[in-house]
């Protein structure tokens, strides 16, 4: 078994010649939400998806905040070197390849999926971030993500994610080499169709 204490599911590729998929749930999750996603936007791709492991109320995160939108970056620092390790050791146990793994994160998943970029780009290879938003407020490395594709789906009627944060964002993971794709859809913070259609086309699916 993976070292680290995440409760996860992992469902076996049917069609090896597609990318596996890291699914990364937002607050009050767990690790089924997003299987319908991962199976709509890349039907036969492995599935790794681990359950957050923070309580904030019950509501599952993968790491604490103080506030809505306010963030403790050592908190986020220990969290994301925590959910790296786990990924390297699960990737390992089910014969995945980190370097071919997508993140598809949506809200709290798509912040530590956008962290892990920042700070561990070696446990995934690139990431769909859907309303993603501001949390560690540093650049990538320099050459740190050259050759990684990220797509960011924001909304532009989202009232949890300024309409400067996915730029902002963009403009961080660039910095490490990233060729970054941002789509502002009409859209709250909830994930809509449109979503599922703007993952589908940047995997060219
Ligand atoms: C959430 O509700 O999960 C926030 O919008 C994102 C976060 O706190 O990471």
Not at 40 to 66: C, N
Not at 149 to 168: E, I, Y
Request: glycine letters at 10%; one cysteine or more.
């Amino acid at each position: 078994m993976p070292r680290a204490a995440y409760h996860y599911r992992f469902d076996e590729a049917t069609d090896p010649a597609r990318p596996p998929l890291l699914l990364l749930h937002g607050t009050g999750g767990d690790e089924n939400d997003l299987v319908r996603l991962g199976r709509a936007i890349s039907p036969g791709s492995a599935l790794l998806s681990p359950r957050g492991d923070v309580s904030e109320g019950g509501a599952l995160r993968f790491f604490a905040r103080l506030a809505e939108g306010v963030f403790d970056s050592a908190e986020v620092i220990r969290r994301t070197n925590a959910l790296a390790d786990f990924i390297l050791s699960a990737c390992q146990h089910h014969k995945l390849e980190p370097r071919q793994l997508i993140a598809v994160g949506f809200s709290n998943g798509a912040n530590i999926a956008a962290s892990l970029l920042q700070l561990r780009p070696e446990a995934i290879d690139g990431a769909i971030l859907i309303r993603s938003m501001i949390v560690l407020d540093q650049p990538a490395a320099p050459g740190s993500l050259v050759g990684r594709r990220v797509l960011l789906a924001n909304g532009n009627v989202d009232p949890l994610v300024p309409l400067d944060q996915p730029p902002r964002l963009a403009a961080h993971l660039q910095a490490g080499g990233a060729e970054v794709t941002v789509k502002m859809l009409d859209a709250s913070h909830g994930l809509t169709p449109q979503d599922v259609a703007a993952a589908q086309a940047w995997l060219g699916n």
